[in-house]
């Protein structure tokens, strides 16, 4: 291409003057007319651009601020972007394609808005990982999987993003998703007991309750063990898997030598390097949102684990320890049975929220059961 510089002529001129009134440098329709001239005003605009992007700002127009300023009018979409080695493709679709490679935890180099081997190579990942056509071309379906992933994934790995991928898939609707709800110890293994309150039968009735709420919004709930039985904990998670569950969740108390120690905690599967089951952080979360709101029981937050439970279950998973039957607060709580209904609200609302992905504003605590069952009708229509 020719360099162009003020005092310059053609239709050349006219292309740089539609392309910089594209930018909002120029007024819009410059350049209209297929004919233009290299004056001051243009040689300003150039400079401005050229600044912008970090290009030596000396207003002339050579093949680096003119592959700058073509790039410049693609956005990610408006053009399906491949590795092409005769005539390799430059653009600001191209970067921002590697911004969010990158931000999902691919290795597509430096942005620097050209498509090389290095980003075909993680756009193939990320297509195989998520299960789309692993062509190394960034078409439609690429570019929706792109946006639709929530910025939680960032740092995310690969194989978690199909996790959030098939939440996303399942709808809103609580109707038809399978849950196990798996209480935890049971039989001969009563779990923390105090006082003649024992952990296992908690549990088994909040499983119960939470039980009969499910099946009231449409949802299919098993519980994983029977009143008087206590699988392992790979059992447990054998009986999800086979279950084809959608969701695992298991429900305990906590104990402590302390009898100060107390509130609610909720755990989910993850190495504590950044490696995260970003469903189950993400439903881990509103648990704990909805019981502290609800309850008021202290929010001992949520944490990552490697515990067989999380790594045995093929599907989302979260365990959640309600309160220290070893605190007395706690324990006068989790006896009384209008205190049970209220923490069983909380989970399923948890659990609504996760299959909304944030779709609700509705506040913290203030969601209902009433309003599940609402919501449910609404979205039947
Ligand atoms: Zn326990």
């Known amino acids: 291409m020719r360099v162009l510089r003020r005092g310059d002529t053609g239709p050349e001129v006219a292309e740089i003057r539609s392309m910089l009134s594209g930018l909002d440098l120029l007024p819009p329709g410059d350049g209209s007319d297929g004919y233009g001239t290299f004056d001051a005003v243009v040689e300003h605009a150039v400079r401005a651009f050229q600044q912008r992007r970090g290009l030596i700002t000396d207003g002339i127009v050579g093949p680096a601020t003119y592959r700058a300023l073509r790039g410049s009018s693609y956005h990610l979409g408006s053009r399906p972007l491949a590795y092409l080695i005769s005539s390799p493709v430059h653009g600001d679709d191209v970067f921002t394609l590697q911004e969010r490679l990158t931000e999902l935890g691919y290795d597509a180099g430096r942005p620097d808005g050209g498509f090389g081997p290095q980003t075909e190579r993680a756009l193939r990942n990320f297509q195989r990982d998520y299960g789309l056509t692993v062509d190394g071309i960034c078409g439609p379906a690429t570019v929706r999987a792109l946006r639709q992933l929530s910025p939680r994934a960032r740092g995310g790995r690969p194989v978690f993003l199909r996790e959030q991928e098939q939440v996303r898939r399942a709808g809103p609707r609580l109707r038809g998703k399978r849950i196990v709800i798996d209480p935890g110890h049971g039989g001969p293994d009563l779990g923390v007991a105090v006082n003649g309150v024992h952990e296992s039968e908690v549990a088994w009735d909040l499983a119960r309750r939470l039980e009969g709420r499910m099946k009231a919004t449409g949802m299919e709930a098993l519980i994983s063990r029977g009143p008087g039985h206590s ?22 108390c906590d104990g402590n030598r302390s009898p100060f120690a107390q509130g609610v905690a909720s ?84 659990v609504k929220r996760l299959y909304l992905l944030g779709e609700n504003d509705q506040p913290t605590g203030t969601f209902t059961f009433a309003d599940v069952l609402a919501h449910e009708l609404l979205k039947a229509e």
């Open 231 to 252: 699988p392992s904990e790979l059992e447990r998670a054998q009986f999800a898997n086979e279950a084809g569950a959608d969701l695992f969740l298991s429900l305990h």
């Open 267 to 350: 755990f989910h599967f993850g190495t504590g390097n950044g490696t995260t089951s970003t469903v189950g952080e993400l439903l881990a979360g509103y648990i704990q949102r909805e019981l502290a709101a609800r309850t008021g029981m202290l929010d001992c937050r949520t944490h990552p684990k490697t515990w067989d439970i999380f790594t045995r279950t093929r599907c989302p998973a979260v365990r959640v320890e309600i309160g220290y039957l070893t605190n007395q607060e706690d324990r006068r709580r989790l006896s009384d049975p209008s205190f049970r209904d209220v923490v069983a609200e909380g989970i399923l609302v948890a």
